[in-house]
């Protein structure tokens, strides 16, 4: 493709008259506040950041041959964070040397420049006025080897692609690409330095500049180890399913943010944001035994393939497996037998699947030795030594000695109310071998005291051996009384629970609010997630498997809620995040917005409230104006919702940073114009 020119001229003109006028408006800053250096002592604070009076060599040197660099400012100045906020693109292996001379900062470049490349020093908010530590924000140092600076530019914003919250400070990764070339297993990011970087503000836009008229591979990185590298599984990740040349990019509007003091562009590039996996290498890690019917093997990958295990004297019907944590890299082995036929080192071994040196998984045997001796804390002798001082004085006085405390431990999570949809959970310390559930008494207390036995059910959870739900057709409002008598339960160790008493009420509808949703799906089949989020963002209940029709949230505490929506597309009822290698992008998240332009749904008490949720408009295909409307509707909410706070209070209204949806204003909608808006349809 040939690069219009003229077009591209233009452009350059238009985005150097931006930069331009920003400036002469600090200027003019600067002026008014040299004239008043002589204002005295308890003034107004200073406010303004430093102001860059010369650069030697000057900004956009072309043809650059140094190897040192220097920034005078109107003041002394400061450099905070530099380790962190420093960086330049393309990147260098070794970083420039930043000192502090005079008013100045004198830059050392330590690396081999490469020929005919723009590079960009980004000190984004590192530099700092000595006195009040106001920050210069997302200042840069440009400069070109060759003949010419790049001056192409693209914008975009950066989103959680689970919580759609914006991501601050993300890097973007350029990579020069034949175009469309997208291969079907991307490493690109792993073999290879970009070819520029760029990154986001805090509210997660960002302006890309001094790219060249050519096709990128573009890749957002949440840096959060701040070694300006992607790591798997510790970094979050976000990918393009294209490539983009600016030259073919539509225009779009640019503002100046005068409370944050940087650029606030519309974007034309969107990424959604996930942690990926690591990819770990399976083999046994270790194996512990915490206790006497306990063991625990851990591996170094999630999902371990076991063929064969196997303990000496031991019946393997009489072991009962079960996964510990949620990332399943280490399994729980409970042996169900009494204590004194447990030796005090078990010797077996293990057959599983294991990762060769060529990454390939091999059935591999190792042998395993666990442990376990008795081991009482100085806590435990203490309490100890207090009971059976305790008894033997019971028996001197010819009193009945307080029995020893039961080993058997579990959890009943019933309180002062019980949630009918979500029944009673009770988990225990080890699996059960032994449930008398027919002896389980479940009263309900009716009117004038009168008494209903009820029956209830007991069941084990499918994902956790050690929890199960007493569940009972319940009445709304009602009182009941339970029971679970001694020794209805026994568990691995051969122990049995002490009697458990507990009276509660099942909670009442009239005193708390119900939302009724109303689901179009896409296709008859099409599955979501419908996830009810508390003001904090918490999940306080969540409906999975959602299709066409009627969907309730019950029980809803009066106050400020939101509905977020999952659009499960392998309809296995959870978020599945993206893959980069396999270029898969994470399930779309959608938070509900009302026709109001609110996300925000205040329910009251013994209110019913619907809502019509058409998922083909919610999940309609994602275009820049989408998100651009989004941006502005959050803005104009978060603005609306400010506003009425300041009634309350009768305060003036000020404008605080917010860490939803990206962009805030001080007196106008980045994305509604106004006198924010410097520059509309600045072009790309």
């Known amino acids: 493709m040939i690069p219009d020119t003229k077009h591209t001229a233009q452009r350059l003109l238009g985005y150097l008259l931006l930069r331009t006028t920003v400036l002469l408006f600090f200027g003019m800053w600067i002026f008014v506040r040299c004239a008043n250096t002589m204002a005295p002592q308890g003034g107004p604070r200073d406010t303004l950041p430093p102001k860059v009076v010369a650069m030697t060599p000057a900004y956009g040197t072309t043809n650059f041959k140094g190897r040192r660099i220097y920034i005078e400012f109107d003041e002394y100045v400061q450099l905070k964070d530099q380790q962190k906020e420093f960086f330049t693109a393309p990147f260098m292996k070794k970083k420039p040397s930043l000192t502090l001379r005079g008013r100045g900062i004198q830059i050392d470049l330590q690396d081999t420049l490469k020929e005919n ?76 330095n970009p070819d520029f970087i760029a990154r986001a503000e805090n509210y997660g836009t960002f302006i890309a500049e001094n790219l060249k008229p050519i096709d990128y591979r573009i890749y957002a990185v949440d840096d959060r180890n701040n070694n300006q590298m992607y790591e798997p599984g510790v970094d979050r990740i976000g990918f393009l399913d294209s490539t983009y040349n600016p030259l073919d990019m539509p225009p779009f509007s640019i503002w100046y943010d005068t409370m944050r003091q940087y650029l606030v562009p519309e974007p034309q590039l969107y990424f959604r944001l996930f942690t990926d996996d690591q990819f770990k290498r399976q083999y046994l890690a270790g194996n512990t035994r915490p206790r006497q019917h306990l063991a625990v093997i851990n591996f170094g990958a ?38 004194e036929e447990l030796p005090d080192t078990l010797k077996g071994e293990i057959t599983y699947l294991k990762h060769d040196s060529l990454s390939h998984l091999v059935p591999t045997t190792q042998k395993l030795r666990l442990g376990w001796k008795a081991f009482e804390s100085k806590q435990q002798e203490k309490e100890r030594l207090k009971r059976e001082k305790a008894r033997e004085e019971a028996l001197q006085e010819g009193r009945e000695p307080e029995k020893e405390p039961n080993p058997f431990k579990y959890k009943v999570d019933v309180g002062a109310e019980v949630n009918p949809e979500k029944h009673i959970a009770i988990e225990f310390d080890y699996p059960l071998t032994q449930v008398d559930s027919n002896r389980i008494s479940l009263i309900r207390v009716g009117e004038e005291d009168k008494l209903y036995r009820v029956k209830t059910t007991f069941t084990r959870d499918t994902a956790n051996l050690r929890r199960w739900t007493l569940s009972a057709p319940w009445s709304n409002g009602q009182k ?59 999940v306080l209940n969540t409906i999975t498997h959602a299709r066409s029709g009627e969907h309730r949230f019950n029980f809803v505490k009066p106050g400020s809620v939101s509905i ?14 993206g893959n980069l290698v396999e270029r898969r992008q994470p399930e779309r998240v959608e938070m509900f917005i009302q026709e109001s332009g609110e996300e925000e749904i205040v329910t009251k008490v013994n209110w019913e409230m619907g809502f019509n949720i058409d998922m083909n408009k919610l999940f309609a295909p994602i275009t820049m104006q989408r998100i651009t409307d989004q941006l502005r509707e959050a803005e104009e909410a978060r603005i609306r919702k400010m506003l009425k706070e300041q009634e309350k209070i009768k305060a003036p209204v000020q404008t605080r940073p917010d860490n939803r949806h990206g962009t805030t204003s001080s007196g106008s909608s980045p994305f509604g114009g106004g006198i924010g808006n410097v520059m509309n349809n600045f072009g790309m």
């Open 480 to 538: 009941y009384r339970l029971e679970l008598p001694a020794g209805i339960f026994r568990n691995v160790a051969g122990e049995s629970n002490d009697t458990l008493r507990a009276e509660f009420t099942v909670m009442n509808p009239e005193n708390y609010a119900t939302l009724v949703l109303n689901v179009t799906g896409k296709t008859p089949d099409s599955e979501y997630i419908l996830e009810l989020l508390d003001q904090s963002g918490t």
């Open 564 to 577: 977020r929506v999952i659009e499960d597309l392998n309809g296995n009822g959870t978020w599945d995040k």
């Open 302 to 339: 999630k999902h371990p393939q076991i063929e064969r295990l196997s303990f000496e004297g031991i019946d393997s019907s009489r072991i009962i497996w079960e996964y510990l944590k949620p990332t399943h890299d280490s399994i729980a082995l409970w042996f169900d037998l009494p204590g």
């Open 117 to 192: 490349t723009t590079y960009a020093l980004n000190f984004c908010s590192s530099i700092q006025d000595n006195n009040e530590g106001n920050p210069l924000h997302s200042f840069r140092y440009v400069f070109s080897t060759g003949d010419q600076i790049d001056s192409l530019v693209m914008s975009g914003y950066t989103a959680d692609g689970y919580t759609a919250d914006s991501v601050a400070k993300t890097f973007l990764f350029f990579y020069a690409a034949e175009k469309d070339s997208i291969p079907e297993y991307d490493s690109t990011i792993f073999k290879s």
